[in-house]
Structure formats: structure tokens, C-alpha cells
């Protein structure tokens, strides 16, 4: 998955916002004003920060290794993944699914 493909997916969340309040080059996903993801804009290959359950977190940096403990971010809590061909489009898609399920008011949600 590419930068780009990643950002319009996150955006067909239900109201999921997309900003910029730590500056021009990281990218910030939110819904009800809680993050659920970001995305650097400057690393290559591109790395984003994913919300994640704890030992779901653990599971996934076990099973990829372009999956890291959240740089910048509440390592319990947070991955963050290089966005590369190694790790399946529908596994990133779910990535991003359960990380904004994390934090989306449930009245919202799907």
C-alpha cells in the first residue's frame, strides 16, 4: 500500500478528519477529535502510527517486521508500520480498521 492509498482509505471512515496540527509533514487522522492514525510525509519508504491493542500490537511486530513499537508514541498502545509490499494491502486495511474502531464513539461505528 502506498502513502496515498492509505491516507483515502482513512478517510472513508465515517467521520474521520484528516490535519495537520504537528506540521506540514505528518498527517494526522482523527475521529471525534481522538487520533487513530498518522502518517509522515518526508520518511522513504513512508511509516505510519497505527493505535493498537496491546497484544495485538505485540502479535503483529512478531508476524512482520516493518511493524515497530509507535516512534513518538505510547509504544504499549502504538505501531508504527513501513508501508511496503510485505505486508498484504487487506492486513494494513485491517490495521487501520481496528485502530479506528479503537477510538471511534460507538454510536458511530459499523
Known amino acids: 500500500m502506498d502513502l496515498e492509498t492509505f491516507r ?3 478517510l472513508t471512515k465515517t467521520d474521520a478528519t484528516e490535519g495537520a496540527p504537528f506540521g506540514q509533514d505528518t498527517l494526522v487522522f482523527k475521529v471525534a477529535g481522538k487520533m487513530f492514525a498518522l502518517a509522515s510525509l518526508d520518511d522513504i ?12 500490537a505485540l502479535d503483529l511486530r512478531d ?11 505510547n509504544k504499549k498502545h502504538w505501531n508504527t ?19 479506528y474502531d479503537l477510538v471511534a464513539p460507538r454510536a458511530k461505528r459499523k
Not at 519508504?45 to 495485538?56: A, F, H, T, Y
Not at 508476524?63 to 508514541?73: C, D, L, N, T
Open 8 to 10: 483515502d482509505y482513512c
Open 63 to 73: 508476524r512482520y517486521e516493518e511493524v515497530q513499537p509507535g516512534y513518538h508514541m
Open 45 to 56: 519508504p513512508p511509516r505510519v502510527n497505527l493505535k493498537c491493542d496491546p497484544e495485538r
Open 81 to 99: 508500520v513501513v508501508l511496503s509490499e510485505k505486508i498484504p494491502d487487506p492486513e494494513l486495511r485491517a490495521m487501520i480498521d481496528h485502530s
